[in-house]
């Protein structure tokens, strides 16, 4: 005959399948955001070693016009994903594949009609602008839309949890850009270096299609508009605040202090280079578990924004301290004649760094909460303070200005999101689904 199990007995029974549950979340979480690390860490790479490539191979002022068009396609970048992935993240993540599916095809093809869209009219741009520039202008137009794809799959295979695809994309990229970038050296010019980068995204972005067996849907992208326009509209403004304030700032500093300073500028945020891709990307993994998080857990989601954001600023701030203690010989052959000036702005830099990894935690809770409003008006704010600061830093003190200006104005912009982000969560925005909720 069993014998009759005690209370205590029963509740460590009963306790045992919960504690086993939330261990396999844990690890389920951990594994996710281990993929993302390992997706930016491939991201920033590639990233880094174009930035390094180009400006060791045409000099400053190339390199000055270089980043003029990188930055162009940061705002480019942002309208892609405030209308296509951003309503695709805070939507579609961990829902069932059919659901999936179906608003990728959408998403993505509302991706690739932004690229085609905008650019044409950076086509257009670059033949009108002609001189150094204009070359760089319209072959970026050529290549927009495969950038647009490329990103938009990493964007949907993180809304589904299956982080270790976009890794795969990533390296994709990378791989097709050693040879590209090959033969842009070879060629000489700025032009050649944008086609280079953009058609190794192109062939990223082609493989993207066979990852996921989904064709992108340019036919549905107005409809895909119309039944996420409550969110696209304000993703849309508050993205282009972020990249058009950071296009502002880059035009203002070559006119007041010169296109070089641009260079100059760009070579000392490729010295925090891992930091500065995980931001621009990290609404990849975080949004995504920030939603899941408010899911099923709602009451958790500030202690992991908070998480988020101190172990990104940390790092940057350990990151930037190595970077200080790099001896010339070293930074001059990294970055070649670049690094005697980027090296002046390694402190302020990485301040701004920092300050914006701390506010990124916020803004990934806002965004899970569907809080629209408030996230845009923290970006206007955000966005107003960067350019201020840099241009106001720039009429001051020159570059070194600039970057101090920066510098601060992030800082307060973190504020801003934190502050806004309290007090989302005292209003008790807890609806089970984001789709319910509303700002």
């Known amino acids: 005959m069993t014998p009759m199990a005690t209370k205590g007995e029963k509740t460590t029974t009963a306790a045992a399948p919960a504690r086993h549950a939330r261990r396999t979340a844990k690890r389920a979480v951990l594994g996710r955001l281990s993929w993302g690390l390992a997706d930016q860490a491939a991201s920033s790479l590639s990233n880094f070693v174009v930035g390094i ?25 942002s309208v892609s994903r405030g209308l296509a992935t951003d309503p695709l993240v805070v939507r579609f993540s961990g829902v ?18 932004v690229g085609g869209a905008i650019g044409a009219a950076c086509v257009a741009a670059g033949l009108v602008l002609g001189g150094r520039v204009g070359p760089a202008f319209a072959c970026l137009g050529f290549v927009l839309p495969g950038l647009l794809l490329q990103d938009a799959w990493r964007y949907a295979f993180f809304a589904a949890g299956t982080g270790r695809k976009a890794f795969v994309n990533d390296i994709v990229w990378g791989v097709a850009l050693v040879p590209a970038m090959v033969v842009a050296a070879r060629v000489g010019s700025v032009a050649a270096f944008v086609l280079a980068w953009g058609a190794s995204a192109a062939v990223a972005a082609a493989y993207g299609c066979l990852q996921s067996g989904i064709r992108p849907r340019m036919t549905q992208a107005r409809e895909w508009l119309r039944e996420h326009r409550d969110l696209g509209c304000r993703y849309l403004v508050e993205n282009v605040g972020v990249s058009g304030a950071g296009q502002l700032r880059a035009y203002g500093l070559g006119v007041i202090v010169g296109v070089g300073a641009v260079g100059v500028v760009r070579g000392a945020e490729l010295l925090l280079g891992p930091f500065m891709a995980v931001l621009m990307g990290l609404s990849l993994v975080t949004v995504a578990e920030a939603a899941r998080v408010l899911r099923r857990t709602p009451h958790r989601l500030g202690v992991f924004c908070l998480a988020l954001g101190g172990v990104q600023a940390v790092a940057a701030l350990l990151w930037g301290a190595a970077l200080l203690l790099i001896p010339d010989r070293l930074g001059e052959l990294v970055l070649g004649d670049v690094w005697s000036s980027a090296s002046t702005l390694i402190v302020p830099v990485t301040l701004g760094v920092a300050g914006a990894g701390l506010g990124t935690g916020a803004a990934a809770g806002l965004r899970a909460l569907a809080a629209a409003r408030r ?25 070194v200005g600039s970057a101090w ?10 504020a801003v999101w934190w502050l806004q982000l309290r007090s989302a969560l005292r209003e008790g925005h807890h609806h089970t689904t984001p789709e319910a909720r509303t700002t």
């Open 405 to 414: 200006g920066v510098a601060a104005a992030t800082v307060c912009g973190s």
């Open 53 to 77: 490539y180009v400006a060791r191979s045409l000099g400053l002022t190339a390199f000055g016009v270089f980043s003029l068009a990188w930055v162009t396609y940061g705002v480019v970048l």
């Open 96 to 113: 069932p594949d059919w659901s999936w599916r179906r608003a990728v095809a959408r998403s993505s093809g509302t991706a690739l009609g």
């Open 375 to 399: 996230s845009l008006r923290c970006q206007m704010f955000a966005s107003a303070f960067y350019v201020g600061g840099g241009l106001g830093g720039a009429a001051v003190a020159g570059t």
